[in-house]
């Protein structure tokens, strides 16, 4: 294929010019007008680039030519495409596969390759979290990473919709086949929810045992109980929100002067309804008043928050609710932006998580109804439990919007502080980590840069 920005120069009147020496095909092209027999000479020194002996960077590719990449193999299409082995097939006498068992396999076995990548990126959000103090620049990265989660959880919603072309009636075709199999074994699944902060705790029953009871095979056993013994994300988050700038700064102290704001807030609140001329609407004024004060309580008084933490109604520390609050109030400064994405993406991320078990419930109930599962769980009612708050991995930060105050009591920033949250310092460091793959765990030994969240006065939590 020629140059598409080279013109072939068309042969001077013979009559008029003197013949010249035979010419290459080169000869005959030319680049900005000028015929050059070194084309590509003339290129790398119009670029910059010098001449072709300059150092060249290396080429990644396959160590010998004999092993020849092509698409079937790069993908294992011949594993892939011949893994839906259909049972109903199996053991129809006559061999006939009921038609539907196929849609039901692909879209399950398309969970499970989505499973794989979500934990993909679990761990490297993981990785990058679990650093002591976190490089400004790693934000990009990190809000990359929760983007495609969150697009992945979607995409896996609208997978349900299609299985939803499947009536019971053939659905029943096969469903005998299945038993004693059930998506309660999809051991991926329950490695996202305990890397993502599930406790235990917040898990109902099944069956009235512990769901490590569904995976008896050794390896099995030995990646969940390393799913429970490794920090969470929830946990690795939590630690980050707790250094936030600001918190206990001696020149603006956030968390003294929110408290001032929400009493402000709240006595403002109050006047109003004190206000009302009209009985009635007055009494059912004061009444939300107490209402809004008893929540506000629940946040600013610690020991309220603190018994809330005990009966697993919240899930991150007093320190780290107050710098994510910080983070919503002040989102508009440069410094927070990023961390604020952070925040709406993990709620984002929590949200499809449960839109997706909601979108399987309904799917269930109109298959099946309200019989038995076939792992032998209570089907729908089991799976309806599953769809309530306490699964919600992030809840804290769905209820700090209940904390919010209008924009006119919020407390001004100081100059000092909008300095501070307007620029954000990084400072390379001696081992720069390639967060564009991921990388083997570092357990924060091995950073030495200014985080988002940890700078020359503030000082990173140590486990």
């Given at each position: 294929m020629s140059c598409p920005y080279a013109?072939?120069?068309?042969?001077?009147?013979?009559?008029?010019?003197?013949?010249?020496?035979p010419t290459t095909a080169t000869s005959?092209?030319?680049?900005?007008?000028?015929?050059?027999?070194?084309?590509?000479?003339?290129?790398?020194?119009?670029?910059?680039?010098?001449?072709?002996?300059?150092?060249?960077?290396?080429?990644?590719?396959?160590?010998?030519?004999?092993?020849?990449?092509?698409?079937?193999?790069?993908?294992?299409?011949?594993?892939?495409?011949?893994?839906?082995?259909?049972?109903?097939?199996?053991?129809?006498?006559n061999k006939n596969p009921v038609h539907d068992e196929h849609l039901f396999m692909i879209i399950?076995?398309?969970?499970?390759?989505?499973?794989?990548?979500?934990?993909?990126?679990?761990?490297?959000?993981?990785?990058?979290?679990?650093?002591?103090?976190?490089d400004e620049t790693h934000m990009f990265v990190s809000i990359n990473r929760l983007q495609r989660c969150a697009l992945i959880w979607r995409l896996l919603c609208d997978q349900i919709t299609i299985l939803e072309t499947m009536t019971p009636l053939d659905f029943m075709e096969f469903r005998s086949y299945l038993s004693p199999a059930s998506g309660f074994q999809s051991l991926q699944f329950r490695l996202i929810e305990n890397?993502?902060?599930?406790?235990?705790?917040?898990?109902?029953?099944?069956?009235?045992?512990?769901?490590?009871?569904?995976?008896?095979?050794?390896?099995?056993?030995?990646?969940?109980?390393?799913?429970?013994?490794?920090p969470t994300l929830l946990m690795l988050i939590e630690r980050w929100l707790e250094r936030t700038p600001g918190l206990e700064d001696p020149n603006f102290n956030f968390w003294e002067r929110y408290k001032r704001s929400a009493g402000q807030y709240i006595n403002y609140l109050q006047s109003n309804a004190e206000d009302e001329p009209n009985p009635t609407a007055r009494e059912a004024a004061l009444e939300d008043v107490k209402k809004t004060a008893d929540t506000f309580r629940s946040l600013i008084d610690e020991k309220f928050h603190q018994q809330l933490l005990a009966r697993s109604e919240r899930r991150m520390s007093?320190?780290?609710?107050?710098?994510?609050?910080?983070?919503?109030?002040?989102?508009?400064?440069?410094r927070f932006q990023g961390p604020y994405q952070i925040l709406s993406l993990l709620m984002d991320v929590?949200?499809?998580?449960?839109?997706?078990?909601?979108n399987h419930l309904i799917l269930v109930q109109?298959?099946?109804?309200?019989?038995?599962?076939?792992?032998?769980?209570?089907?729908?009612?089991?799976?309806?439990?599953?769809?309530?708050?306490?699964?919600?991995?992030?809840?804290?930060?769905?209820?700090?919007?209940?904390?919010?105050?209008?924009?006119?009591?919020?407390?001004?920033?100081?100059?000092?502080?909008?300095?501070r949250l307007a620029v954000a310092n990084v400072e390379p460091s001696t081992q720069e980590?390639?967060?564009?793959r991921t990388s083997g765990k570092n357990n924060g030994k091995d950073n030495n840069e200014n985080s988002f969240m940890s700078d020359h006065d503030f000082h990173p939590v140590t486990d």
């Open positions: 013109r072939f120069v068309e042969p001077e009147d013979e009559t008029t010019t003197t013949p010249s020496p005959k092209l030319t680049i900005n007008g000028a015929t050059d027999n070194n084309a590509l000479a003339e290129i790398l020194s119009l670029t910059g680039y010098g001449t072709p002996s300059s150092a060249k960077p290396e080429l990644k590719r396959l160590p010998s030519s004999d092993e020849l990449v092509t698409y079937r193999n790069y993908l294992q299409l011949n594993v892939l495409l011949n893994s839906q082995v259909l049972l109903s097939a199996q053991h129809d006498q399950h076995q398309t969970f499970e390759l989505w499973f794989k990548q979500i934990l993909w990126e679990i761990d490297s959000l993981r990785d990058i979290f679990g650093n002591q103090s976190i890397k993502l902060g599930l406790t235990e705790k917040s898990r109902v029953l099944y069956n009235q045992i512990s769901y490590k009871n569904a995976f008896p095979i050794a390896h099995e056993q030995k990646e969940l109980v390393d799913s429970l013994e490794e007093h320190r780290a609710l107050q710098g994510a609050l910080m983070v919503m109030l002040y989102r508009e400064q440069p929590d949200a499809l998580i449960t839109k997706w078990r909601y109109r298959q099946i109804g309200n019989k038995q599962g076939t792992g032998g769980s209570a089907g729908y009612s089991y799976l309806r439990s599953t769809c309530s708050d306490r699964y919600k991995v992030f809840i804290d930060l769905f209820n700090l919007a209940s904390f919010i105050i209008p924009r006119e009591f919020l407390p001004k920033l100081t100059s000092e502080m909008k300095m980590t390639d967060l564009h």
